[in-house]
C-alpha cells in the first residue's frame, strides 16, 4: 500500500546526505551557465540547506543573497553553514518571498519549481522582485529519467507496490521537462528563455551509502521507505539493489541530469517624450 503524498521535509542534514550533497554538483555548473557579472544583488528561493547560496557567494561575486524557504529547519541549516556576511536566510514561500518590487537583480531557485503549489504564481512573484533586464532561472531534476538514483528507487518500489506509482517524481512532476519549463517561463512573461541539460556524477562508496539516505524520512522517496514495515522494506531494498550494478570494489556510480531553465524580465519601456 502507498503512503501518503505529503512530502517531508524536517531536517537539513538528512536532506544534505539524501539529494542536497548532488545539488552542490549540480549549482556551479549552473552558475557557469548563468553567467551573471559580479557585484549583484541575489534571492535564492527555496534555499533548502543553502547548496546554491553557499555556491553564489563563493563563486559570483554577489553584493548581496537573500535565501527563502518555507522549512524553518532548512534556514537554521543554511544560516549556520553558509557563513557569509553578504548572505542572509529567512523563512518565506515562493509565492511570497518578503521582497519588495525589483529588489534583486537575478532570482534562482534549485530543485523548487516542481514543488511550488502554483508555478504560475511562483514565477509571477519572481517578476515582480526581479529588476527590469534581471534574471530568473532554475533547475530541477529530470525525474522521468535523468536522475538515476530516484528513477531506480520507483521503479523498483512501483514493480513491488503499484500503488506507489502515485507518489513517483516522475510521475507527480511532468512539468519537470524541457517543454513544460519553457512554456511556463514565457507564460510568466519572460523573454529570451533557454532550457539546457546538466548532467553530474552520483557516486557511491557502496550500495550501503547510496541506501542508508532513503531511510531518513526527509523527501518523497525516504517518506515512502518510513511508511514501510518488514519485510516489504527489505524486499525494495533487496529490489533496489538488484537494480543498480556495482562496480568490482562494490562502489555504485550514476548521474544525475537536472533541467536547468532560464528567463528574462523584458526591459520597461521608454516613457514617451512630452510634445
Known sequence: MAAQTTDRWSSGSAYEAYIGRW??????????????PPGRRWLDVGCGTGALSDAIVARCEPRSVVGVDPSEPFVEHATVTVA??????????????????????????????????????ALREARRVVRPGGIVAGYVWDYADGMQLLRRFWDAAVALDPGARALDEGVRFPDAAPEPLAAA??????????????????????????????????????????????????????RFRASVAAEPDGSVRLIARAWAVRGRRPEEPAASPHP
Open 23 to 36: 545539488s552542490r554538483l549540480v549549482a556551479p555548473v549552473f552558475l557557469d551557465w548563468l553567467g551573471i
Open 84 to 121: 557569509d556576511d553578504r548572505a542572509t536566510f529567512a523563512v518565506g514561500t515562493a509565492a511570497d518571498t518578503g521582497l519588495h518590487d525589483g529588489d534583486v537583480d537575478v532570482v534562482v531557485s534549485a530543485l523548487v519549481l516542481n514543488f511550488v503549489p502554483d508555478l504560475a504564481e
Open 185 to 238: 517561463f514565457n507564460a510568466a512573461g519572460l523573454s529570451t528563455v533557454d532550457v539546457s541539460a546538466i548532467e553530474v556524477p552520483t557516486a557511491f562508496a557502496s550500495f550501503d551509502d547510496l541506501w542508508t539516505p532513503f531511510l531518513s524520512g526527509t523527501g518523497p522517496a525516504p517518506a515512502y521507505v518510513a511508511s514501510l514495515a518488514e519485510p516489504p522494506r527489505s524486499a525494495l531494498r533487496e
